[in-house]
DNA sequence: TCTAGCTAAACCC
DNA sequence: GGGTTTAGCTAGA
């Protein structure tokens, strides 16, 4: 397994590639030592520069069917839109309950955009922490034209 | 304002 | 295999 690692403001992201496909993302509060990795380091850096609106590499997701309904529907997400879980609830016909499971279980956030998705009444969490959740959004809505 | 019910899959015995 | 847990929401009192 190889190990790529992109810095941004507010600390590093660290992706975990094999065979050529990314299987985790994960976010550091802290900064490491950046590690360039192929396509999946850079797009992760373009996106992080606004310049990239959404990421295009292979990934690899062992999981459920109703999950991978949720996060093939929150991939769909436009750049800079928000939906609440309930929303999304109501389109797939699943329980509220189960989209905020398959979020704390996704294990590639920002390729799956589950920053876009949002209480109705609050933010709620995000993988991390909330700082990341906010600072995406605050990222896409900057970056909207 | 507060409580109960809904409901899918990872995770731990 | 079974019980518990989890980034929500709605309806009824």
């Not at 959404?54 to 990934?59: D, E, G, I, S």
């Not at 309904?69 to 879980?85: A, H, L, N, S």
Request: with cysteine; aromatic share 12%.
């Amino acid at each position: 397994m190889e190990k790529g690692i992109v810095n941004t403001e507010i600390g590093s992201i660290i992706v975990y590639v094999k065979d050529n496909k990314a299987i985790k993302i994960e976010f550091k509060n802290e900064f490491l030592k950046e590690i360039e990795l192929g396509i999946f380091t850079s797009q992760i850096k373009e996106y992080f520069e606004g310049k990239r609106k959404k990421l295009l590499f292979n990934v690899e997701i062992n999981t459920g069917k109703t999950f991978k309904k949720i996060w093939d529907f929150v991939r769909e997400i436009p750049y800079g839109q928000t939906m609440t879980y309930g929303q999304i609830a109501k389109i797939l016909n699943v329980n509220p309950r189960v989209v905020g499971f398959a979020m704390s279980k996704n294990p590639l956030p920002i390729y799956i955009p589950c920053h876009r998705v949002v209480g109705k009444n609050d933010i709620h969490g995000f993988t991390g922490g909330r700082k990341w959740k906010e600072y995406l959004l605050n990222l896409e809505s900057s970056q909207q034209y």
